[in-house]
């Protein structure tokens, strides 16, 4: 794995890259007015003193604060990205850096990640993070990895679940015929794991006081372990967040979507015809932000509930196999599996755009259409890929399937993570200070935090918030200061 | 009370009227098909046999449906209006009369309602609406009351426990110097009742097997009441069905703002100021509609959640006070106290518009704007009041400050009543054929009846529901019919 | 033709009419503050005096502004309405009373209007406006009609036209089997007035100094008339300023339309399937209107540019065959004839909704409607037909086909019909003051008055209009106080 | 020059970014259905045989296709950018090396363009363009120059009527305190031609049939010219015909302002508050693209009929001054000057982001900028600069002040690049072909050709365009296949 450290190790060499990088993080400060009032607010109190924070979170100019606000707070930090495409180098290096560092004298935190990974490189990544020895060895104490995990997809919390299990089952099982590339990947790595070190994840699974997990996906991995009895630490769902989910997921996606197309193809999105496949906060989103743009937007659903909501919304809901011929743009924002398959690539319309914007690069069957007869992949920048068609039509593929809108644009813009992001604070504060308040589980944060997190960033957008008189409170029985809303109220 | 009689009489008297309310369900059947499939699914089973329905909420044609739905159910029922403006006087005929009815034979059901009740006329009708009497001697059984409420507001629910209170107490106790004009009016007639019948409530209320209520303001009553251990019975909460409060509250008001808007004043609502007391689902749906006619809206609020939402969505979000002097139409729809107050008149705009779409008058504090010095009330037309005060200029109330979307236009439209209403139906055969499952407390609908109610109106708007796949169910750990969703998803 | 005359005395004697129509009056004026700005501006210097203005306009409260702006400029007016549906009875009672008017002594101005005209009825009023013997009576002159003309669809001018032409070749033509229903009751009052002054209309025609016209598709008929070199006095084409084509047209609609289906059916249009017939300015506004309220909307268009527009702006555009089967509500907006046709309403789905808001009831082809072979009509309220079809199914069609944002509702609000009155009152001053600058021809107002009429709007809507500087005005070649476009500017 | 030579001789060497360029064209030639059709139907009749076309126009891929059809028709063309940073050097890479060309042998047509031109390189490319001497070699022919001109903004068209001025007076006026930068480098240019060759301009303004113009200012330009009667050969004003102005103007800066923003800052749009400077056919564009985003948008107008729009359209209308302190986006889109001031960036935000979307830089008066007192300016990456001010706070000003949608991100996007060069197309055919049809002055297309590049553009979008019958022909006055509306009709 040589090449992956040279590469990396040069781009910490760069200090360009590092300036670049620190220019860009100074500019997006500004617009994480969260983060940074949390930094104001908690930086001498320094709650976070002792934690040691395995970040597995996609490595951009945002998450360069949300680590800087980590370590500001008091934490130690190590950190990788959760997608191969998605960390900015320049943010990267100059975490790594440091705000007062230099190239020979870094004063940073260590993070592992660039842009452009291979699954096998991913997964390395996502080992070196919970590698604490050197930390340990510094601070002349005998611990093996972090205390803390914050996630987003999962992966980490994964690594350390499966490792643990396979230790105690006291071998890795072979890799199967219908086993992903990347669960083959991960299997590797964890038998080089436990030939190395047969208790290592089960010591620091001991060590792990809990784990916030950003996203959708990530949350429903944790809800499933619980539901199995699997789950091994307490969590925090940061994504249900009423900041987080409805902010992040749909006004970050609203951003982030017609960003990610334009770079990636230059096309005119007014006038087309766009499918969007799933209407959840990032199905909502994404049609809100197409139709801003002048597209007619057809939208699929399969839970009747939020099929009412596009239709009455004043979309179109149909099947993708009732309109898939005359539609420019595909979306898909489902978190599920095969919305795309490669018999429905035969019958799109010449140079139609296929954008993932769902988690992960199976809600377009990546795998399938690699195997259709006779297609040819042909690059057009990175990240943009026509597939030529044995029909004689072709597809432009984004990401190679993954979310597009980190692969060919920079991801969700600085303020909405500033919302999920000062939830993320909150949430390892709650977890590292109050371990006694969250027993073996998956919570959600109270609501006073979440309102907290929201008014955060009302100052920045120019809001002035009405105050409640103590009549109107009590009117309506809540208590002046909040929080205002029932616990199952949905805004 | 004669002269309420017999203006009731009057109308049921009234075949034109009757017939003219029969045409208008019949159409109006076709924009409920939720509650038509219900029809059709349980008019057999008659779920609903026994159940003795006491309903107080807007008699409104698309009430009619409900009623004759409920009644197809097996239902015997008796209603009456929860609002003294809401009522639409054909309907109520109509259902008098009933489907087969006539004047001089009416096969209807009992109907206690008229556009345009006194206070003390409003009370007496709830009062008739628990009186069962003529029911009981019928069915040669012993009974005083319903053994089911349908409540929109929970006046009818507040009724039974006034009364029962008041009962056990011995007396009703004297009004106070800070009563409402309403409450003194409740306070004479429960004092008529202990007088007449002292246990009568108290029979009632251990009769009752449930209550149904309709809206985000009766629903706190009842949270309220359960919080005190005074609840008596068991509540569904329909309010909070997605399909009820995500529909009803946020599409019946864009909707119906700006039709009683228009039908009041005929004024432009495009290129004018306007401005959104709450952004709640109600005040989301008043914005939507308002910009949706070309206005500039401004949004107040004090939840900083919903502030972010409304800034995100594009809004100004600013104090009442700060904007004040340019806004052209006023908008209250918090379900709070005092928003407009009297001083606040003195300084909007000529002919400024004042509508409260948020449940209660007192909203827009009508009773301090009767008080203000010199103040003149001039009736354009029923329902609009134009307002001349002492500084020359003149303001415009609608609806004397109450729900204006009914007191000026017809309320929300049929098919949306069709979820909401379709939510009341499936929450009566819950909690009338399962009672052991519903114990003492508010509960909400199972999230698969929710999704059915969204499920009953999807072809009616031409949706093509996606069918998961049994590889897409498990990989997202859902059965292939549902429930799609964790409890706390919030839409 | 006594019946007419009593109605229209009726309505005259009937003072409770007359002060509702003076409380809307006041009302409205603060929503035209063009016209009440021009009466502030000209009242003084009484340009019109000695007109005398022979007006054909929907009778409606804004109409009543525009009359009594007329007068207080000077002019003498006669007025009848250009739709047999539109006319406003309060409005035309509150005119002919006057402002200090009694009942037995009417001050005001003579109307000849009521709310559902048979065709006879509409072309009696239509011919008493060009009666101006009591006038002329009064002044001790010797003239027989109007020397100006206001027009809305061109039926004043139209009848003076054909008036005379009869009267040159002497004699009527008779009655054509292709003849409308119409065209005969025209030709039937011509042949009655050859019959009594065979030099009635070429004395009339002789006289008019000019017209004024409203619409488009009176302005079409002006351009005939001067195409085939008939035109007998020069015209101000009226429709063509942009404060009023752009305005009127399309915002006026974007109110009255969904005011007009709300009113007319109190259907929900959100989550419904609209079908847009034209996308000119009227066309724009309606489908404005109706995404607004949520609906998803189809148009068609026969002009491949606006045909790119409406797909630019995001509906889907297709032919009416195409799609019928899945439209819930139909809008007609093109100025044509026969868009919608008898073989249609057998492909629509049951109660359908038909609107036409594109001028003529040939729009919906009434007539071949009528003739569908077991087609039954039932009123369910006044403007308001089903049509039992024999396919089992029915449609509303509104307004008899006939402009239903007039019909079912109260037609464009105040505030646009004050930049389109403005418009109309600057054009009477032109032709009335300036005759040697308007040419036998079709004029369209010149820019200076064309802003002006919007900046007589702004302040109203909050407006801070920005200053150019000298420099600006210089560098853009325009005087600082304007015209500020080329004359082909689009808007 | 030399460097400049070497830069251009080291593009045109590089065949990968000829091979990039080339991968670009023919993705966008399947989103430029116009240019397309145009070949299709022209290029065996082969009308620009003979023209020799010099081309002024921003050198990007859609300008690609453009000038590669162009040549398809027959024509010879020299090619420039009219602007500074807008050259995609691939695309110029592109076109030099031609389709079949290599870079050894390259078959394409000359450009002279890259991006980040100094002014003086920027004219060198302009003077260029003009010299047709190897073509007249080739040819064995004797002319000087082009014998058309395709132009955008007029720089082309400028230099040869200043050239030929200052041939006839005989001399270059001096440069004067006053003059622009830009201009002292003309005057210089224009110097060295005269000492060069005397009677250059006047020979090549005497071989030229006319200029067709792509943009307002160019148009502005043309018509001053023609008023002071300097003129020198017909002009097409290309940006006035409707699938121009209202196509490549609103849609076509609906999508690149938002892409510029985002890609210049990633910074989020929604929640802001953006204000933009006129409300023209950009500003229309800008303030729905960034409603679109869910900004809240305020517009600043000199025009009262504009200002109208906007309010009507939902804005705040207000003055720069009355909100400057609000504002987190300012956006200048009135091609008019001095609109943002130096004083102005004083009381501007913390960040606030200045982007210029009006075509001359002096909209934002950056010379005035550059004389602030203590600014100081940062480069963040290219064509992003921060300007730290005395007091403090910075703001960041995209592509130095000029047009960001093309310095930011890629201009407008083929599919109405494509609407806006067929017009280009078809006038230079027109000009070229039909020379009696265009006296000396600035000429519109006619609409059947306006018409038939709407069409040209409709299958691609899906839309079906309904048929006019006879009869509606008839009825409405125009030919089945159009023109379709007047003359002065505004859509």
């Known amino acids: 794995m040589s090449k992956t450290i040279t590469a990396f190790d040069y781009k910490v060499a760069d200090l360009t890259l590092a300036e670049a990088g620190r220019h860009q993080i100074r500019l997006a400060e500004n617009e994480m007015p969260g983060l940074m009032a949390l930094r104001a607010e908690f930086s001498a109190a320094q709650p976070l003193k002792g934690a040691r924070i395995t970040g597995s979170l996609h490595m951009t100019v945002q998450t360069a604060i949300l680590i800087e606000t980590l370590v500001a707070l008091g934490a130690q930090v190590r ?200 209407y959840g906060d990032v199905g909502k989103g994404s049609a809100d932000a197409l139709r801003g743009q002048g597209a007619r937007v057809i939208v699929s659903e399969i839970d009747p509930i939020c099929a009412l909501q596009a239709v009455m919304d004043g979309y179109q809901v149909a099947t993708l196999e009732s309109v898939i011929e005359t539609v420019d743009i595909f979306v898909t924002a489902t978190g599920n599996t095969a919305i795309i398959k490669p018999e429905h690539l035969l019958q799109m319309k010449h140079q139609a755009i296929i954008a993932n914007v769902g988690h992960f690069d199976d809600e377009v069957d990546m795998a399938g259409i690699n195997r259709i007869q006779g297609i040819e992949k042909i690059e057009i920048k990175p990240q943009v890929h026509e597939w030529r068609l044995p029909n004689g039509r072709s597809v432009l593929i984004l990401s190679e399937g993954r979310l597009m809108n980190l692969g060919n644009a920079t991801g969700h813009p600085s303020f909405v993570m500033s919302t999920s992001f000062a939830n993320q604070v909150l949430a390892q504060i709650e977890l590292f200070t109050k371990p006694d308040e969250y027993e073996l589980g998956v919570h959600i944060l109270p609501k006073t935090l979440d309102e907290k997190v929201a008014r955060l960033h009302l100052s920045a957008l120019g809001v002035e918030l009405t105050q409640l008189t103590n009549d109107q409170a009590r009117y309506i029985g809540v208590p002046v200061q909040g929080p205002y809303k029932v616990d199952h109220y949905r805004y």
Chains 1, 2, 3, 4 share one sequence.
């Open 79 to 278: 950190w990788a990205s959760c997608n191969i495409f998605s960390t900015q180098d320049e943010a990267a290096a100059a975490v790594v850096v440091g705000p007062n560092g230099t190239v020979d004298n870094p004063s940073g935190t260590p993070v592992f990640a660039w842009k452009g990974e291979t699954l096998e490189e991913y997964w390395w990544c996502t080992d070196r993070i919970f590698d604490w020895s050197s930390e340990a060895a510094a601070a002349g104490e005998d611990f093996t990895g972090p205390n803390m995990i914050l996630d987003d997809g999962g992966d980490a919390t994964l690594l350390v679940h499966k490792g643990r299990e396979f230790e105690i089952a006291g071998s890795v099982p072979a890799t199967g015929a219908d086993d992903s590339e990347e669960y083959s990947v991960i299997l590797e790595l964890l038998r080089a794991s436990l030939k190395n070190d047969p208790t290592r994840f089960t010591r620091i699974a001991g060590e792990i006081k809990g784990v916030t997990e950003e996203t959708t996906t990530g949350v429903h991995r944790l809800y499933e372990f619980h539901k199995r009895g699997e789950l091994l630490f307490p969590a925090i769902n940061v994504n249900d967040s009423v900041t987080k989910s409805k902010f992040d997921n749909k006004y970050g996606i609203r951003h982030s979507l017609p960003d990610g197309l334009n770079r990636a193809t230059d096309t005119l999105i007014g006038g087309k015809t766009c499918f969007v496949a799933g």
